[in-house]
Nanobody, 129 residues
Framework: QVQLTESGGGSVQAGGSLRLSCAAS????????MAWFRQAPGKEREEVANIDEYGVSAYANSVKGRFTVSRDNTMNTLYLQMSSLKPEDTAMYYC???????????????????????WGQGTQVTVSS
């Protein structure tokens, strides 16, 4: 069993930055894919970024160039550095993990949202204009 605990959310003005962290406990399998999802009230859940064990990452178009995902495998910790924040980034952010599927150079590229078995409780990010 894997437990995921997010931290680092908060309120910030547009243009500001936040860094989210996710501490994972339990058994982290080799080739796990880890990712950040977000969901705003009344909107669909969105995968923001993912990263595999080898550091291969991918981003949603809405955050590309502004967000950076990273992972410390020795500490079982996932990060999301968010810069140039916009009001539309306001959402609950969730850390997720699941078995990777190797495809096209990444253990995350073929992983569907339903393949992520483990979800954190979420951390709220609020960006004011």
């Amino acid at each position: 069993q894997v437990q995921l605990t997010e931290s680092g959310g908060g309120s910030v003005q547009a243009g500001g930055s936040l860094r989210l962290s996710c501490a994972a406990s339990g058994y982290i399998y080799n080739n796990f894919c880890m990712a950040w999802f977000r969901q705003a009230p009344g909107k669909e859940r969105e995968e923001v970024a993912n990263i595999d064990e080898y550091g291969v990452s991918a981003y949603a178009n809405s955050v590309k160039g502004r967000f950076t995902v990273s992972r410390d495998n020795t500490m079982n910790t996932l990060y999301l550095q968010m810069s140039s924040l916009k009001p539309e980034d306001t959402a609950m952010y969730y850390c997720v993990a699941g078995r990777g599927i190797f495809y096209s150079g990444s253990w995350c590229s073929a992983v569907k949202p339903t393949d992520f078995n483990y979800w954190g409780q979420g951390t709220q990010v609020t960006v004011s204009s």
